[in-house]
Structures are given as structure tokens and as C-alpha cells.
Nanobody, 126 residues
């Protein structure tokens, strides 16, 4: 059983920052791809940032490069997403996801992941 619980969403003005956290049980960032995805109203879910198993690399969507940073704690049970220079177009529900072995082909695809959190809302106002 894998449980992922996101926290840290909220409302912020454009240019502001937020930090999301994903606490995982039954899943370890040592062995799993851990990713952050987002889904805006009326749009498909898209990959935002992922961290490779064991912290061996990261990947970001072009739209967030230089503004967002994904990281993990030492115990590899919590994955964070530090978001800066937020824009209104970053408004979405953000989801944490975990995949054991499924991310090697394309870690930014939602269907590479089999475990999902419930999502946390991020709203950026102009």
C-alpha cells in the first residue's frame, strides 16, 4: 500500500513563492521515480518536475525551469517542490506521484505513474 499526501498549496500573488511537500508511506524515493504534476481547469494533467530514484537526477517542464526546484529529504520519504516567481498560469491542482520502474521511458508522462496523492490547489493571482 502506497500513500502519498500533499501539503503546502494555497493562494499567492504573482511573483510570490510556495513550497509543496509530499509525504510518502510504502514508497521510497530511493527506488521510485517521484514526480509533481499539475492539472488546470479544462486541461490535461502535465508533468512539472520529477526526481529520479536515489536522487540521481531531475527533470523539469520547460515552463517551470529556473523557477521551480524539486528535492527530497534525507530519509527519502518526503519530496518537496519549491516554486518561485509564480505566474497566474501556474494556477492548478498539483499532484504528487510515485512510480516503481515505470518512469525510465518518459518520467514526465502521467501514465508512467501508478500512485497518486489527492492533490493540493495552487492559485496565483495577478
Amino acid at each position: 500500500q502506497v500513500d502519498l499526501v500533499e501539503s503546502g498549496g494555497g493562494s499567492v500573488q504573482a511573483g510570490g513563492s510556495l513550497r509543496l511537500s509530499c509525504s510518502s508511506s510504502g514508497s521510497s524515493a530511493s527506488t521510485n521515480f517521484m514526480g509533481w504534476f499539475r492539472q488546470a481547469a479544462g486541461k490535461e494533467r502535465e508533468g512539472v518536475a520529477v526526481i529520479y530514484p536515489g536522487g540521481r537526477g531531475t527533470k523539469y517542464a520547460d515552463s517551470v525551469k529556473g523557477r521551480f526546484t524539486i528535492s527530497e529529504d534525507y530519509a527519502k520519504t518526503t519530496v518537496m517542490l519549491q516554486m518561485g516567481s509564480l505566474k497566474p498560469e501556474d494556477t492548478a491542482t498539483y499532484y504528487c506521484a510515485s512510480s516503481y520502474g515505470g518512469g525510465w521511458l518518459d518520467p514526465m508522462r502521467a501514465d508512467s505513474y501508478n500512485y497518486w496523492g489527492q492533490g493540493t490547489q495552487v492559485t496565483v493571482s495577478s
